[in-house]
């Protein structure tokens, strides 16, 4: 069964840092682009970044280019979101994503919360 | 490119159809010749779940209820049946371009009346 768990989120305050960690199973996440997307509280979902199965090829949303940094470890199964200069605005539930063209496996989400 | 669905909400009877539309603002073809329109569900409390890919093709384990149609800008997502367990909200995500980043429409919310 493929299972995708984010972790990592909480409270900061805003300026601060956070690591984002997305650990998969039942399959090799080594063949597969992954993706984190994110929901604002009451709001709909905003596509964050993008990786390639191999790591050469990274997107990322206006929003966060120069801030977030997407990374994955596939010897570790795991997709990474380094989050730094956080902003009010970044508070939302992250989740990460598997596929390229199609989102077809999702995680459950981590809470990131931006606030003084 | 810019997703607008419509409506944003739809109270509908149980056993009664839905229809829920996407427009976008350019069309979704890619080079490749295929179409990058999917829908998600997001049932209250959960995550997104992929119902539909690539405008017509159910994922695994959707039922047969739920159907996608449409081309170029235009799409649709009908749930022939609805029953109490479709309930939430309903998006359209475009990835035709996806190193422009794929964007998703507004959402609509399914409910019963």
């Known amino acids: 069964e493929v299972q995708l768990v984010e972790s990592g989120g909480g409270l900061v305050q805003p300026g601060g840092s956070l690591r984002l960690s997305c650990a998969a199973s039942g399959f090799t996440l080594s063949g597969h682009t992954m993706n984190w997307v994110r929901q604002a509280p009451g709001k709909g979902l905003e596509w964050v970044s993008s990786?390639?199965?191999?790591?050469?090829?990274?997107y990322y949303a206006d929003s966060v280019r120069g801030r977030f940094t997407i990374s994955r470890d596939n010897a570790k199964n795991s997709l990474y979101l380094q989050m730094n200069s956080l902003r009010d605005e970044d508070t939302a539930v992250y989740y990460c994503?598997?596929?390229?063209?199609?989102?077809?496996?999702w995680g459950q989400g981590t809470l990131v919360t931006v606030s003084s | 490119i810019v997703m607008t669905q419509t409506p944003l909400s739809s109270p509908v009877t149980l056993g009664q159809p839905a229809s829920i539309s996407c427009r976008s603002s350019?069309?979704?073809?890619?080079?490749?010749?295929?179409?990058?329109l999917s829908w998600l569900q997001q049932r209250p409390g959960q995550p997104p779940r992929l119902l539909i890919y690539?405008?017509?093709n159910r994922f695994s384990g959707v039922p047969d209820r739920f159907s996608g149609s449409g081309a170029g800008t235009d799409f649709t997502l009908k749930i022939s049946r609805v029953e109490a367990e479709d309930v939430g909200v309903y998006y359209c995500m475009q990835a035709t371009q996806f190193r422009h980043g794929p964007t998703f429409g507004q959402g609509t919310k399914v409910e019963i009346k």
């Open positions: 350019q069309s979704l073809v890619n080079s490749d010749g295929n179409t990058y």
């Open positions: 990786i390639s199965s191999s790591s050469d090829t990274i």
């Open positions: 994503a598997r596929g390229y063209m199609d989102f077809v496996y």
């Open positions: 690539q405008i017509s």
